[in-house]
């Protein structure tokens, strides 16, 4: 048997970028909080501040561009699923679930930190 959630039926792309950018925006001010550089940056999207999900339908994801003074390239986070996700300077993916905010801060801030 086979059910289906009406909930999940209904969660359109826009609800999943503008979740992101909730999310991305948490991070941000944590960010901000110690001292680092944290900007969030939409591409195509209609409404940064907006809470209707049609404003959200098209553009790409949200994502925070974190760095500190010096740093050569901004440490790009984004949001997929349910993890925070980004790159070291190696090229290297880390991630690290959402519910875990203060150990996802504390990665993103150590990845800047050795940028």
């Known amino acids: 048997m086979t059910s289906t959630s009406p909930l999940k039926e209904s969660v359109t792309p826009g609800d999943i ?11 941000q001010t944590g960010l901000m909080g110690r001292q680092v550089i944290a900007v969030v940056r939409t591409q195509g999207l209609n409404a940064l501040e907006s809470d209707n999900s049609k404003d959200w339908q098209a553009g790409e994801p949200p994502e925070l561009h974190v760095s500190i003074p010096g740093t050569k390239s901004p440490v790009v986070v984004r949001v997929s699923e ?4 980004w790159q070291r300077a190696n090229g290297e993916e880390r991630a690290c ?3 875990l905010y203060s150990k996802a ?5 150590y990845t800047v930190n050795v940028s």
């Open 82 to 85: 349910d993890l925070y996700v």
């Open 17 to 27: 970028r503008h979740w992101q950018l909730l999310k991305l925006k948490e991070l």
């Open 97 to 99: 679930p959402v519910v």
């Open 105 to 109: 801060l504390e990665m993103v801030i």
